[in-house]
């Protein structure tokens, strides 16, 4: 067999390339990976590693209630055109096997998350949890040196420089000067981190997106795949209409490798390459992503359109821009480079902070989703962007403020560079973040006034299940509302970016790559955030990224090598000492 010949060519190790290659290995293929960078697992590493697949079994393991029929509903009243959409149907009828498949033949281990509520829950069809899936907490170790291969979490996520917190540790060690339990807690995943560390370069308890991205590393490395760093893939290879391999460059030079299945395309989306983006998302978005940038590589969109795929139909932006939204606030690390913190859940929800614009303003209410949230922004940007996270001392000590973590004894540093403004006085404030004093204060009494009784007149903030459960649960009546008046007072800028692009290449059901007359292109797939998304743009729940990245990655490993494009979820005949 020719060494540079392989049955399937993945480019891109993400959740769904990663995805795609497994699901082609548990068939017998030979796959080879292709990743631009010098990590293993892209934005999934970086990411809160949450999957969205309605309809699946641990739901009903959990005693939860939801079926295909009830997601569809609820995803026609929030993803415009799902309903004639047959990649949702696809979507839909095909997660729960994509789950069975990787649990049965990877070390892929998803658990429910029994409390997490769709981000409309009044919509017919909402669940209040049980829809998102997360990764079960990995040991890092098992990879071996292959650890060091794969990406690291951002720096603002890692406590101690290296150790990952879970989504259950965070409101125990919020209460850790009130509760001997959250100290003894403490304690014990310190004192695990520092025995990881004798031979690590971090912590190895590894969860959230970094576990996703472990686990489908190791169930590569397990089924035999072949994964090659810093090869990044400068174009496609086409022989009589059909897509046969790839042209990538490695150690400083071209290689052709034959790919005789198929090539999927999984390499991020377009969200790092100005000219296609800007035409879909309107100019006062910028170039903003909190996505993961692998430099010099060639945009997947870019491949695809190269051989003649069909890419998103350019919009007008608004609320019909074809992006996910999330506000960060921008800095600079130690070492120099920029930064991003992406103000998912950690604050924005939390009783005792509120957004204002450039008139001292509140323009929304800041316990909707992320995505909202930077919609909102979007729809007068001229007063709107940036906008200021507004608290004062008490919640700055309890929850923290984007990348200032709670319990900070000194905010220096962050004040001397400009990220956090810092004054002891609203007024004061108002000159620092220049916004107009009087509006500013006239802002914060109407807050504060309804939010000694706990309510928000003006905006609703806590009036749905969703916002109360990214609330403080400790904070009665209303778990997002309490008043801002414990000086010192402050404030940090957000501005729009993007957590991955909901345009790209144009694909069927069975995630291949069409041209504009709607003809597939033989050979060629398109997964994750290089395929244009099955939400359009919409953002009906936490994880609807990574549950159609794992979902179509199945899909297009299946289809590329069975022409039934099926592939039964059986478990392996092998032990592949699966964890």
Not at 126 to 142: I, K, M, N, Q, Y
Not at 194 to 220: D, E, M
Not at 535 to 545: S, V
């Amino acid at each position: 067999m020719n060494s540079d010949e392989y049955d399937l060519i993945v480019v891109g190790s993400g959740a769904a390339g990663l995805s795609a290659a497994c699901t082609a290995a548990v068939q017998g293929k030979r796959v080879l990976v292709l990743e631009a960078s010098d990590r293993v697992g892209g934005t999934t590493a970086i990411s809160g590693g949450m999957v969205w697949i309605p309809a699946n079994q641990k739901m009903q393991a959990a005693g939860l209630v939801d079926d295909p029929a009830n997601a569809r509903e609820y995803l026609r009243h929030t993803v415009a055109g799902s309903e004639a959409d047959p990649r949702m149907q696809a979507f839909v009828r095909r997660g729960d096997e994509a789950v069975r498949f990787f649990e049965a033949n990877t070390s892929v281990r998803l658990q429910a998350v029994r409390r997490y509520p769709d981000y409309y829950p009044e919509v017919p069809g909402a669940t209040s949890g049980g829809r998102v899936l997360e990764p079960a907490t990995f040991d890092g170790s098992l990879l071996g040196t292959d650890f060091a291969l794969l990406r690291d979490p951002l720096p603002e996520f890692l406590l101690f420089g290296g150790m990952m917190v879970s989504r259950e540790d965070l409101p125990v060690l919020r209460r850790i000067f009130r509760s001997p339990l959250a100290v003894w807690h403490a304690t014990r995943l310190t004192a695990r981190y520092l025995l990881q560390r004798i031979r690590f370069h971090r912590g190895t308890t590894l969860v959230l997106g970094n576990a996703l991205a472990a686990r489908l590393f190791k169930s590569a490395r397990d089924l035999g795949v072949e994964i090659r760093m810093q090869a990044p893939v400068t174009a496609l290879v086409m022989r009589r209409g059909r897509v046969v391999g790839v042209r990538a460059r490695e150690a400083g030079a071209m290689a052709e490798l034959g790919a005789r299945c198929g090539v999927v395309l999984a390499a991020g989306g377009i969200s790092h390459h100005p000219t296609l983006r800007r035409g879909y998302v309107p100019a006062a978005a910028g170039d903003t992503s909190a996505t993961f940038r692998a430099q010099g590589a060639t945009a997947g969109a870019q491949l695809a359109a190269s051989v003649g795929a069909a890419l998103s139909r350019p919009t007008a932006g608004g609320d019909g821009a074809l992006a996910f939204w999330v506000p960060v606030s921008k800095f600079r690390r130690v070492d120099g480079s920029p930064g991003v913190f992406p103000h998912t859940v950690t604050d924005r929800a939390k009783p005792g902070l509120i957004a204002v614009n450039k008139d001292g303003q509140r323009f929304v209410n800041e316990a909707v989703s992320y995505h909202e949230f930077v919609r909102a922004q979007l729809r007068d940007p001229r007063r709107n962007v940036p906008a200021w996270l507004i608290c004062d001392s008490r919640f700055l000590w309890k929850y923290g403020l984007g990348k200032v973590r709670p319990f900070t004894f000194s905010t220096a540093e962050d004040e001397k560079s400009g990220y956090l403004k810092r004054a002891d006085s609203l007024a004061e404030l108002a000159i620092a973040i220049d916004v107009p004093p009087a509006e500013f204060q006239r802002t914060l009494r109407k807050y504060n006034e309804g939010a000694a009784r706990g309510m928000d007149p003006e905006f609703g903030r806590g009036s749905n299940i969703y916002q109360r459960h990214l609330g403080d649960a400790d904070q009665r009546p209303n778990p997002c509302v309490a008043p801002i008046e414990h000086g010192r007072f402050y404030a940090i800028a957000v501005h729009p970016a993007d957590l991955g692009m909901a345009a790209g290449v144009l694909t069927d059901e069975n995630a291949r790559v069409l041209r504009e007359d709607g003809e597939a292109i033989a050979g060629l797939y398109a997964c994750g955030n290089d395929m244009h998304s099955v939400m359009n743009g919409d953002y009906p729940g936490p994880g609807i990224t990574l549950g159609p990245a794992l979902v179509f990655g199945f899909i297009a490993g299946s289809h590329a090598c069975a022409s039934t494009g099926q592939v039964l979820a059986t478990s392996s005949s092998t032990d592949r000492n699966l964890n």
